[in-house]
């Protein structure tokens, strides 16, 4: 009885030191350059943003010149990409806006977080061309985008400090997920 | 019985029913033309490339098309590849083949051509051991064999649709082996602040997914097989990732990268569902129980009446369907179909309900309820949820998952009960 008591704390002692090390030893260790050049998420607090800086005017030029508005328009909007500025006024609230171009699916006006805008132009613009810009050229886009949303004032600088701290209009106001765990419902009691 | 039994006798035409003649003789019965070297039946000549990977018959012509419907072509002008649907009026059984299984890409892109030998896949963040695996290492550990359906968000039936593919083909389902995510989240070692992982492409636009990390602990596995072979370039070769029962956004394709992390990293995919009303997003997540008839389904004409089997797909995120019912009536009686086979999770389930039309006009709907319990709800169900005035091709907030019907007129014909 005594023994087996033993055993049974050994095990409660024992299994979350054995849930932590490896099984099967297969795969190898990354080296943290590896790491480093591979992750390109750019998370709400903005921790992986490299270092470098841009500027609302800086982003108009190169919006032209990177061929952003062959594709958005030449504000962002009326051409065949997804438009990136709304064709309604500032008094008009994220949600009352309807979907579509002029609507709130337009990432740099609706984005909780000025930290997806950055990810998204770094990661997938220009078209056929992703991934070629500098980190001066994506902070200087982002800050053009979000100043023709009225965002940020066309002065201001973003980096990797003042980039994560940008207010988006949509502040607080958008739906979380409800918490998953296996066999969960969509909804409870939808569609009785 | 009879067929059979011709082909090794000698007078094969004897005695026999012409449709038994027809699969007796293709067996190499003897010829009843003059010229005895002349084959009775067509035949189909051995090549090369038949013998090594073979190939339907040329009578069955069914194929995937563009979705929706004139919408972006696949491919377009530059061959991309952007939504692509299955032809699920022609399925039989619960396995897409490979070929017809649907396709999407985030916003069309070209299909990545990816060298197994150089592919490999990191996982790093909240974790004791970041590591990478190559191809070669994931085969190594142990694995799952599961059928699991993916559906897009964009599956969505309206009254233009002529037919089931038009209107469902966005859903197809497989037999996916690979190895459980939760196997190499444990050989990382999670930290006890990892709530979220986010899984990413190595397409070109690394369309990049926020899911969590409890879904990836119970049920995730990245795919090296596909339906007993490699999966397909146009599924995620060499690598993807399954989220059984999520939005097919989700199953990430040409895995490269999971991320582990504390929150929700608001990626630009995870932006595409952001919803005000906590209801909607829910409903934009996890897909509902679903069913549609496939046969008869909207395009095929009914030859006359009697009897047919009515044939249909369920599947739902929450789990395996636990029953299908199909009403032949427009929805005022509901009948207990038959389930084919024992239904999976998270895969489609084929059900039959014995039918004999009577040759009037007629309404046929099938829906379904999964093992937690949720049904398959009508468009007035939903409607009423949101307290919304009910009209036809009213559209339900977050993923479709609305009873279909299908019209049947007095001449046979077949067609989408919701134009």
Redesign the interface.
């Known amino acids: 009885m005594g023994s087996l008591r033993f055993a049974a704390i050994v095990l409660l002692l024992g299994s979350p030191a054995l849930a932590q090390s490896p099984t099967y030893g297969v795969g190898r260790t990354p080296t943290p350059d590896e790491i480093r050049a591979l992750d390109i998420s750019i998370g709400p607090t903005g921790e992986e943003l490299p270092p470098g800086r841009g500027t609302a005017k800086e982003g108009a030029t190169l919006f032209q010149q990177k061929g952003c508005a062959g594709c958005h328009g030449k504000a962002g909007i009326g051409a065949i990409a997804p438009a990136l500025q709304s064709n309604k006024g500032q008094d008009v609230p994220i949600w009352g806006r309807g979907r579509g171009a002029s609507g709130w699916m337009i990432l740099p006006l609706t984005a909780p977080f000025a930290t997806t805008v950055w990810d998204f132009i770094h990661r997938g613009m220009p078209l056929g061309k992703e991934g070629s810009l500098t980190a001066d050229e994506v902070y200087a886009l982002t800050a053009y985008l979000l100043y023709v949303n009225k965002v940020i004032p066309e002065d201001q600088v973003l980096d990797k400090e003042s980039l994560p701290k940008v207010k988006m209009p949509i502040g607080d106001d958008y739906a979380r997920l409800p918490e998953w765990k296996h066999g969960t419902r969509r909804l409870q009691g939808y569609p009785y | 019985m009879a067929g059979g039994l011709a082909a090794l006798g000698p007078t094969p035409a004897l005695g026999q029913a012409p449709e038994h003649e027809a699969s007796g003789m293709a067996m190499g019965g003897q010829s009843p033309a003059s010229d005895p070297a002349a084959p009775a039946t067509p035949m189909i000549k051995g090549t090369k490339d038949l013998i090594e990977y073979g190939q339907r018959s040329h009578f069955v012509t069914s194929v995937r098309i563009a979705h929706p419907m004139g919408g972006r072509p696949s491919p377009d002008m530059f061959g991309m590849t952007f939504h692509v649907a299955s032809p699920l009026q022609d399925s039989v059984g619960v396995v897409t083949p490979s070929s017809l299984h649907y396709v999407a890409t985030t ?1 069309g892109s070209y299909v990545p051509d990816i060298d197994p030998k150089q592919h490999t896949m ?1 996982i ?1 963040g909240l974790v ?6 190559t191809m070669e ?1 994931l085969k ?2 142990p694995s799952v064999t599961r059928l699991h359906f993916i559906e897009c968000a964009g599956n969505r039936h309206n009254g233009r649709q002529k037919n089931v593919q038009e209107s469902h083909g966005m859903t197809s389902c497989a037999e996916w082996t690979g190895v459980l995510l939760s ?2 989240l ?4 999670l930290k006890s602040s990892a709530t979220w992982f ?1 899984a ?1 492409g190595a397409e ?3 369309g ?1 997914s926020s899911m ?1 990390i ?2 990836a602990m ?2 995730c596995l990245v795919a090296y097989g596909m339906n007993g072979e490699a999966v397909r370039p146009q599924n995620g070769y060499p690598l993807r990732l399954m989220a059984p029962g999520y939005e097919g956004i989700f199953h990430t394709k040409w895995l ?2 999971i ?1 582990i ?1 504390d ?6 995919n ?3 569902h ?10 934009a ?2 897909i ?1 129980p679903k069913s549609v008839i496939t046969h008869p389904s909207g395009g095929q004409q009914l030859p006359g009446r009697g009897f047919y089997e009515i044939k249909g797909l369920a599947w739902s ?3 395996a369907i636990r029953s299908v019912e199909v009403s032949t009536d427009g929805g005022r009686k509901w009948n207990r179909a038959q389930i084919k086979a024992t239904p999976q999770r998270m895969a489609h389930t084929r059900f039959g309900y014995p039918w004999n039309w009577d040759g009037n006009e007629t309404e046929i709907l099938s829906r379904c309820i999964d093992e ?4 398959q ?1 009508t468009r007035e ?2 409607a ?2 949101w307290n919304v005035p009910f009209e036809r091709n009213y559209r339900v907030p ?1 993923l479709d998952n609305s009873v279909m019907p299908w019209r049947i007129a007095r001449d046979g014909t077949v067609t989408n009960g919701l134009a």
């Open positions: 916003r990191t790093h004791d051991r970041p590591l990478t695996f290492d190594r550990l196997t190499l444990k050989e990382c070692g986010v990413e070109e636009v690394k990049a969590p409890a879904k119970d049920d490269r990268r991320k992390v929150r929700y990293y608001m990626n630009y995870d932006f595409g952001l919803e005000r009303k906590p209801e909607e997003a829910a409903l997540f996890q509902g995120g929450g789990g937690i319990g949720q049904q709800p169900q939903v009423k949820y977050g």
